[in-house]
């Protein structure tokens, strides 16, 4: 079982930035695919970003592409999230997310492990 903790969420004005880290514990992360999702009031979960087991390859929706970014540091068993340019329609709670594997998907039902998730609102 891996445990994973989200923190960094907090309030932030339109265009401003936030990083978010995840903090994993119970195994070492070094073998998964580690990524972050989404879910604002009323939507689905929404792909973030995610990334290999090496850090040398990296996933995005269009939507957050050249604004996030997405870094692992397995001695730490951490992973961050970089927002930077946030808009309004950011605002979510962020989940970190852990698959056993090495295929990155979109789609949430193939991740194996969720935190509690980290609130991130941007205002206008």
């Known amino acids: 079982q891996v445990q994973l903790v989200e923190s960094g969420g907090g309030l932030v004005q339109a265009g401003g930035s936030l990083r978010l880290s995840c903090a994993a514990s119970?195994?070492?992360?070094?073998?998964?695919?580690m990524g972050w999702f989404r879910q604002a009031p009323g939507l689905e979960r929404e792909f973030v970003a995610a990334i290999n087991w090496k850090g040398d390859s990296t996933y995005w929706p269009d939507s957050v592409k050249g604004r996030f970014t997405i870094s692992r540091d397995n001695a730490k068993n951490t992973v961050s999230l970089q927002m930077n340019s946030l808009k309004p329609e950011d605002t979510a709670l962020y989940y970190c997310?852990?698959?056993?594997?090495?295929?990155?998907?979109?789609?949430?039902?193939?991740?194996?492990?969720w935190g509690q998730g980290t609130q991130v609102t941007v205002s206008s």
């Open positions: 997310v852990a698959r056993r594997g090495p295929t990155v998907y979109t789609d949430p039902v193939e991740y194996d492990f």
């Open positions: 119970g195994r070492t992360i070094n073998s998964y695919i």
